[in-house]
DNA sequence: CCATAAACTTGCAAAATGCAAGTTACTTGA
DNA sequence: TCAAGTAACTTGCATTTTGCAAGTTTATGG
């Protein structure tokens, strides 16, 4: 039997999968891979302004996750195109459930380069929380 | 036009879904909350074994996200059952997004409570992408 | 009266994040 | 030749978040 620990956490898949996607940046990565980014430079250009030294530990654990992969695209100095792998790519969907929930529920939210025309949300009107 | 910042980050729906659940606990909570736990600890008892200062801020930030309610079912001492509004049960098609992509893609993971049986992705023999 | 229990809360130590500045290895224009 | 620029990182450090353990509150059962 095997007595190692196989998983962090538990043999969840979404727990799993959080345990490689599961913070702020990561997934917004991946968002600007599919849409096309694919240098250092273009990843660190996007709307979030993501601090550079957090950038290079993601994509190095999406790299150690199978998700990327960086293919030099110039020698001296060596310089990186990342794309994603047919797992990286499959995040697709999980991108997608996020932007048909955050277009619906999150009012003003939208898919990135598709102008102010997409449906977004409704401004709630009021929202009562509990007196403590 | 408004000229207040409205967004943290961007107005991009994935961006803001994240500042809201993108951690590593708050999807395992409504995970929980999907499967019909609804008390503090049955929360708690799940096998990822959040921490409970943790579990007490997550439930705090998604009642004010308005994807929990707490409804108090007993007073003296008051107790409250969590359970999802509309906007919270919509995150389980993300959840299933997840589940769907951790299932094919990191080996050995399944859906908890669907036992040993359930498809899970294999471990990476030599497969091919198998034709559409 | 005492042990147990649920639901939190509090106190840190450790880890992750974010900001700015520095480094490396070139390229380009004067 | 040499200064300036640029892409891609790296480093330092202050702040924030996480995680573990222990404590608190209100109540119940023996």
Redesign the interface.
């Known amino acids: 039997m095997s007595s190692a620990k196989?998983?962090a956490?538990?043999?969840?898949?979404?727990?799993?999968?959080?345990?490689?996607v599961?913070?702020?940046?990561t997934?917004?990565v991946v968002?600007d891979l599919l849409h096309g980014k694919n240098t250092y430079g273009e990843l660190a250009d996007?709307?979030?302004?993501i601090p550079t030294n957090i950038l290079a530990e993601r994509l190095k654990r999406l790299e150690a996750a199978g998700i990327v992969v960086g293919t030099p695209y110039q020698e001296r100095p060596v310089r990186y195109a990342y794309t994603l792998t047919?797992?990286g790519k499959?995040?697709g969907?999980?991108?997608?459930?996020?932007?048909?929930?955050?277009?619906?529920?999150?009012p003003?939210?939208?898919?990135?380069g598709q102008g102010t025309a997409a449906k977004t949300a409704a401004t709630?009107r009021t929202?009562k929380?509990?007196a403590k």
């Open positions: 196989p998983f956490r538990s043999a969840c898949a979404v727990a799993n999968s959080l345990d490689i599961g913070d702020k940046w997934l917004l968002r996007s709307p979030e302004h047919p797992k499959a995040l969907d999980v991108l997608l459930a996020f932007v048909r929930w955050g277009k619906q529920h999150i003003g939210t939208m898919v990135m709630p929202r929380t509990r």
